[in-house]
């Protein structure tokens, strides 16, 4: 499993558009890059994924260089309720993979 | 579908006591695991199953039991419960190359 290092915290603010970057230099050639969101006293779930360039949805952005080294999760106009921890994560996902999560990202949405 | 669920949702513990958190699903997903959180903390894998009868470690097994006969549950047995495992327990489940859905957690205090 390809290791991730993401920002511990971040703070930003309401209608702010929000990057979170995740780096992950020795990602493998079949690997995907999965971003998950929890809230407090929930389990995570699953925000977007992808394997190359651009990924939408109507939650988020994902955006993956070239070189697949580093991907970037996008959070068009924050609110208040997106104020939670955002897991980045890089692996095949295939069936008897298992699925390590890092620290994740404390995002902080202010009013 | 409920999807993942799990019990108790509480359960407080002395020091040397033994208990069985449950997990259950019923999308018929082969791989399920269980995650502690500690406070402030990401999430740790304790034990996965990539299907019926057959079990692994994951990052922090030591306490821990578990295993798998059928493909709808996931029992956790903690042997001799310590204060070092008050945390939230999650469990989770996912077919093959899909994304991972967790349960709503178990909250469990060791005295």
């Known amino acids: 499993l390809a290791k991730t290092t993401q920002p511990i915290s971040m703070d930003s603010y309401e209608g702010q558009e929000v990057n979170i970057t995740c780096s992950h230099n020795?990602?493998?050639?079949?690997?995907?890059i999965t971003w998950y969101q929890q809230f407090p006293s929930q389990g995570p779930r699953f925000i977007i994924q992808?394997?190359?360039t651009k990924v939408t949805n109507e939650v988020a952005s994902l955006f993956i260089p070239a070189d697949r080294k580093s991907s970037t999760l996008s959070l068009p106009r924050v609110s208040l309720s997106d104020t939670a921890v955002y897991y980045c994560?890089?692996?095949?996902?295939?069936?008897?993979?298992?699925?390590?999560f890092g620290k994740g990202t404390r995002l902080h949405i202010l009013p | 579908n409920a999807g993942v669920t799990q019990t108790p949702k509480f359960q407080v513990l002395k020091t040397g006591q033994s208990m069985t958190l449950q997990c259950a699903q019923d999308?018929?997903?082969?791989?399920m695991s269980w995650y502690r959180q500690d406070p402030g903390m990401g999430l740790r894998l304790i034990h996965y199953?990539?299907?019926?009868?057959?079990?692994d470690q994951g990052e922090v097994p030591n306490g821990y039991n578990v295993s798998r006969s059928t493909t709808e549950d996931f029992p956790l047995r903690l042997l001799s419960a310590a204060p070092s495992q008050t945390s939230v327990y999650f469990c989770?489940?996912?077919?093959?190359?899909?994304?991972?859905?967790f349960g709503p957690g178990t909250r469990l205090l060791v005295l």
């Open positions: 994560l890089v692996g095949r996902m295939n069936r008897d993979d298992k699925i390590i």
């Open positions: 989770a489940s996912r077919s093959g190359a899909e994304t991972q859905y």
């Open positions: 999308m018929n997903h082969e791989y």
């Open positions: 992808g394997y190359k």
């Open positions: 020795n990602i493998a050639t079949n690997d995907y």
């Open positions: 199953s990539v299907g019926a009868g057959i079990t």
